[in-house]
């Protein structure tokens, strides 16, 4: 038996029921109501709903693990809570098997076990319940994302993409798409109803003129101005693909696009961990690089963010210093 295959069987387990929660939720409180601008109560029920079913799997199989999640059920208690806790409860349950069902209070338990601080010692499990929240409201994309860190390492990544083409080629053929990968094992992609690996690799490059970029669609998550100069000293003249959430990590790491660039919109702000450890081995096992602005790794040992990196550059290895030196050159000593 291969070294993580039970924590990545689990983590499959876990990401691909709460992603099918995350569907459950959109079809019922998104496809079917009209949400006022600033409604995110429905991004809100997947949330918890999603971090309560992969936090119970993770308690059951790994019950010694700690966990660093997003979450904590302080909105859901009391009569305050009452509404929305009544939907978190009726959703989760609506996509667990009749053995599996959870009371109410087993669901803020759940949910309460992601409080870890993280750190450099031991094993624990990042999880962003739903990454991309403006692209769940929007039916774009978003992402489950679970990792295994282990001594300040991320060993174990999985993503769920609900809505990300299986095929990039075929954006109107089937969706939903799963991403797996353990150090030293190789990235694999799978749907969400065929248990078939097939595993994945960057597209086959050497220069970064042949290369896309990968972005976020909201400018306050990376600077666009500076991607766009940094597209004129690389020669990249292809449209951005732009996306919300870890299927960006996903989309490069088989091939739809090359580079990855989250650049630091303020010197302020910190990069938090469940954001980028999935992405991370996932990137690097698929044949690719992962490094900050100033090309070092990123440190997944001092808590719950990555404040010893500034942005995050993710592409095919053999371009990475070449695309790391254009970063450097745009950004000069802005951060």
Same mark, same amino acid.
């Given at each position: 038996?291969?070294?993580?295959?039970?924590?990545? *069987?689990?983590?499959?387990?876990? $990401?691909?029921?709460?992603?099918?929660?995350?569907?459950?939720?959109?079809?019922?409180?998104?496809? *079917?109501?009209?949400?006022?601008?600033?409604?995110?109560?429905?991004?809100? $029920?997947?949330?918890?709903?999603? !971090?309560?079913?992969? *936090?119970?799997?993770?308690?059951?199989?790994?019950p010694e693990d700690p966990i660093v999640?997003?979450?904590?059920?302080?909105?859901?208690?009391?009569?305050?809570?009452?509404?929305?806790?009544?939907?978190?409860?009726?959703?989760?349950?609506?996509?667990?098997?009749?053995?599996?069902?959870?009371?109410? /209070?087993?669901?803020?338990?759940?949910?309460? %076990?992601?409080?870890?601080?993280?750190?450099?010692?031991?094993?624990?499990?990042?999880?962003? =319940?739903?990454?991309?929240?403006?692209?769940?409201?929007?039916?774009?994309?978003?992402?489950?994302? @679970?990792?295994?860190?282990?001594?300040?390492?991320?060993?174990?990544?999985?993503?769920?993409?609900? *809505?990300?083409?299986?095929?990039?080629?075929?954006?109107?053929?089937?969706?939903?798409?799963?991403?797996?990968?353990?150090?030293?094992?190789?990235?694999? /992609?799978?749907?969400?109803?065929?248990?078939?690996?097939?595993?994945?690799?960057?597209?086959?490059?050497?220069?970064?003129?042949?290369?896309?970029?990968?972005e976020s669609v909201e400018a306050a998550?990376?600077?666009?101005?500076?991607?766009?100069?940094?597209? /004129?000293?690389?020669?990249?003249? %292809?449209? =951005? $693909?732009?996306?919300?959430? /870890?299927?960006?990590?996903?989309?490069?790491?088989?091939?739809?696009?090359?580079?990855?660039?989250?650049?630091?919109?303020?010197?302020?702000?910190?990069?938090?961990i469940w954001d980028h450890a999935s992405?991370?081995?996932?990137?690097?096992?698929?044949?690719?690089?992962?490094?900050?602005?100033?090309?070092? =790794?990123?440190?997944?040992?001092?808590?719950?963010? @990555?404040?010893?990196?500034?942005?995050?550059?993710?592409?095919?290895?053999?371009?990475?210093? %070449? $695309?790391?030196?254009?970063? !450097?050159?745009?950004?000069?000593?802005?951060?």
């Open positions: 038996m291969s070294v993580y295959a039970k924590e990545r *069987n689990v983590a499959i387990q876990a $990401v691909l029921t709460a992603s099918k929660v995350c569907q459950s939720v959109f079809q019922h409180l998104v496809a *079917n109501e009209t949400l006022t601008k600033n409604d995110k109560s429905p991004v809100t $029920v997947a949330d918890f709903s999603a !971090q309560a079913i992969v *936090n119970t799997y993770l308690k059951d199989h790994f999640g997003e979450e904590d059920s302080k909105d859901l208690q009391g009569d305050e809570g009452k509404t929305l806790r009544e939907k978190v409860f009726s959703l989760t349950n609506g996509v667990l098997s009749d053995s599996e069902k959870l009371s109410e /209070q087993q669901i803020l338990d759940a949910i309460d %076990r992601g409080n870890y601080i993280g750190g450099a010692k031991g094993r624990h499990w990042a999880l962003d =319940p739903i990454d991309g929240t403006k692209g769940f409201l929007r039916g774009g994309q978003y992402a489950v994302c @679970l990792a295994l860190i282990v001594d300040g390492i991320v060993q174990v990544g999985v993503v769920g993409c609900p *809505n990300l083409p299986v095929d990039y080629k075929q954006p109107e053929g089937e969706r939903g798409s799963l991403f797996i990968a353990v150090r030293g094992q190789g990235a694999f /992609q799978r749907t969400f109803t065929n248990e078939t690996e097939s595993p994945i690799h960057f597209a086959d490059i050497s220069s970064t003129e042949e290369a896309t970029f990968c998550h990376s600077s666009h101005s500076d991607a766009v100069e940094i597209a /004129q000293l690389l020669g990249i003249t %292809r449209e =951005p $693909v732009r996306m919300d959430s /870890q299927a960006k990590y996903c989309s490069i790491s088989r091939g739809d696009a090359d580079i990855y660039l989250r650049l630091p919109t303020s010197k302020a702000y910190v990069e938090k992405g991370n081995v996932l990137v690097t096992e698929a044949g690719g690089k992962v490094t900050d602005i100033h090309g070092q =790794p990123l440190d997944f040992s001092i808590g719950r963010t @990555l404040e010893k990196n500034k942005g995050v550059i993710a592409s095919k290895a053999n371009i990475h210093g %070449r $695309v790391l030196e254009a970063v !450097q050159k745009v950004l000069g000593n802005k951060f």
